[in-house]
């Protein structure tokens, strides 16, 4: 995996999960060894630092639409998972899908991605915020 390294000159990104309107919002960095990726490797990493453990216990799941879970629904989700042998591979096919159907609007500094193979600049303090969408009751 080319993308995230300890490389020496890493570019630290805030990633920042929110929800609308703003009552949820969390903060933390990952580090990327390219100043240029596109939102399809930008989600597959978000997605390996969650699996790895990397983000804060909030957020975890947040990609998966899982996110109203109860920590012990998530604790027996996980367990399906992996007693399933689900694989981070197969996470990330999840989020990526996710991304294309709106469950998530993906926004780099402010300007909104619409694109998984759009390439992105990315700088140190950029900020990636995930913005998780609620549907609406009854359409």
């Known amino acids: 995996m080319p993308m995230v390294g300890a490389a ?6 805030v990633l920042r999960d929110s929800n609308l309107p703003q009552t949820d919002v ?11 990726v596109s939102a ?24 998966l639409r899982l996110d109203t ?14 007693a399933a042998g689900e694989t981070v591979e197969l996470q990330i096919e999840r989020a ?16 909104q991605i619409e694109n998984l193979d759009e390439d992105i600049r990315l700088g140190s303090g950029s900020v990636v915020t995930f913005v998780q969408l609620t549907p609406l009751v009854g359409g």
């Open 40 to 63: 399809r490797e930008l989600i597959a990493e978000r997605v390996r630092a969650e699996c790895d453990k990397r983000l804060p216990a909030g957020m975890t799941y947040r990609l």
């Open 96 to 111: 990526l899908e996710a991304f294309e159907t709106n469950g998530f609007l993906l926004l780099v500094d402010e300007t």
């Open 8 to 13: 020496d000159k890493d570019i630290i990104v």
């Open 69 to 82: 879970l109860s920590e012990s629904e998530k604790a027996s989700f996980q367990a399906q998972l992996d």
């Open 26 to 36: 969390i903060d933390t960095v990952l580090p990327f060894s390219s100043s240029i």
